[in-house]
């Protein structure tokens, strides 16, 4: 028996800090939880803010970790059932901690969205290790990639048991959002970028739309990325999504870790949608440029440096009130030629990379702390809906997030 059901590492980030808050409110002292972090002045800081959410958290033991520090990664990975962290970007701080965690026998999630370092993970060997000595080892537990990874799982299921088998070609559109970015977020981004632009390695990784399957598994009929404007027969004018890229990957992923359920040769893409008629075509067209002036001014140095200015720090996000006032709504289409989609909806009433991430992240720890005995994979570098499944769409109706079929079979 651990110390600890869950730590959240990273809690004095602006993720982690908001996950301690949705434990404090949601279940204070119905959980052993502890927070984590490399400054021992500033956990004492955050902890006194969770006291005024939840009295119980007089009590909360504070952990002093660095993510360069073996020693102190492994006393903590050892005195909890699950390492749930927020330190960011995963490509810098991240490796480590992994690394421990399988060594130590302890659960993990996180909310990286950066492809090379999942797959630096594969590479070095991580996710046989965890399935021999049976660790859940679970990235992209946030808005990357759970919308589009559960989404698909609940549509799926939705298909096998109607129809007595998976779609072929899944779609899922980015319909509708409210949000904004933290510093940790640009700074995640920032760093795929220059990774990708140093290192041709990484350009490979991140551009291959099998690049997290197993390494016998790396085809399928997707090729890249949607870059432009697209025309859908259902729902008109699309534009690129930005977490595409992630999300593409995890949801490929599940379905090769889970024997393809899905089918062998399930079609997967994402786009956003914009709408039809000539307003949509408008609002395709300025949502591509910006993304492609984004992206061209990131790896301009003159533009990239007014960027920065504009954008958060470390440490920096949206406001409470914009939190509060964000949603998100994710739909998934399922398609077979000849019959009508099957539509999947998954809908939160909060921001989506803060306040709904902090949902998607606590309770994806809290089902991999509480149901390890019933989740249906056993160990390994796992996906959400691999590791955590129907237990973990549950979890997430409960706790106030929408997971309908709104068009079924
Ligand atoms: N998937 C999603 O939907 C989603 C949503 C939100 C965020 N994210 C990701 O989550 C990560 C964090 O974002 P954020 O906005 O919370 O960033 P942030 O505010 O900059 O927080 C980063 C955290 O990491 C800690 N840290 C940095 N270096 C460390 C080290 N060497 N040892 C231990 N801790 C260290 C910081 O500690 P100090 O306070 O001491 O500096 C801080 O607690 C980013 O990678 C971001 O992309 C993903």
């Not at 977020?185 to 997290?212: C, F, Q, W």
């Not at 993304?291 to 003159?302: D, K, M, Q, R, Y």
Request: charged residues 25%; glycine residues 12%; proline residues 5%.
């Amino acid at each position: 028996m651990r110390d600890f059901d869950v730590v959240v590492f990273g809690a004095t980030g602006f993720a982690g800090k908001l996950v301690a808050e949705y434990f404090a409110n949601c279940y204070g002292d119905s959980i052993r939880w502890a927070i984590a972090g490399r400054s021992l002045d500033k956990l004492e800081a955050v902890k006194a803010e969770l006291i005024e959410l939840d009295p119980s958290c007089k009590d909360l033991q504070l952990i002093v970790a660095d993510s360069n520090d073996r020693e102190s990664l492994e006393a903590m990975a050892k005195r909890t059932t699950v390492v749930c962290t927020t330190v960011g970007p995963y490509a810098k701080y991240g490796a480590l901690l992994v690394e421990v965690c399988v060594e130590t026998n302890t659960h993990y999630c996180d909310l990286t969205g950066e492809t090379q370092f999942i797959r630096r993970n594969l590479d070095a060997g991580w996710h046989m290790a965890a399935e021999r000595n049976g660790t859940r080892i679970v990235h992209c537990c946030g808005y990357d990639s759970i919308p589009s990874d559960i989404g698909t799982f609940v549509v799926q299921e939705h298909c096998i048991e109607k129809e007595g088998k998976p779609r072929p070609e899944v779609v899922t559109f980015a319909w509708a959002a409210k949000g904004g970015f933290s510093g940790g977020t640009v700074a995640s981004i920032m760093n795929i970028v220059d990774e990708a632009t140093e290192d041709k390695d990484v350009r490979r990784m991140v551009g291959h739309p099998y690049g997290l399957n197993p390494p016998d598994k790396r085809e399928g009929p997707d090729g890249s990325d949607d870059m432009g404007i697209g025309q859908d027969p259902d729902v008109g004018w699309t534009a690129p999504f930005l977490m595409a890229p992630i999300n593409t990957r995890i949801v490929r992923r599940s379905n090769a870790l889970m024997d393809y359920r899905y089918g062998k040769n399930m079609s997967y893409r994402e786009v956003m949608k914009a709408g039809k008629g000539a307003k949509g075509l408008a609002q395709a067209t300025a949502i591509t440029a910006a993304i492609a002036s984004f992206t061209a001014g990131l790896v301009t140095p003159g533009v990239r440096g007014v960027l920065e200015g504009f954008l958060p720090d470390p440490g920096e996000g949206p406001s409470r009130e914009d939190i509060e006032n964000g949603f998100f709504d994710t739909r998934i289409y399922a398609r077979r030629p000849g019959k009508d989609p099957v539509i999947g909806r998954i809908y939160l009433d909060l921001d989506p990379g803060y306040g709904g991430t902090a949902v998607m992240l606590g309770e994806s720890a809290i089902t991999l702390a509480l149901h390890a005995d019933e989740l249906p994979s056993k160990g390994g570098i796992l996906t959400p809906s691999s590791a955590m499944g129907q237990i973990l769409v549950d979890r997430l109706k409960d706790a106030g997030m929408k997971i309908e079929i709104k068009q079924a079979a």
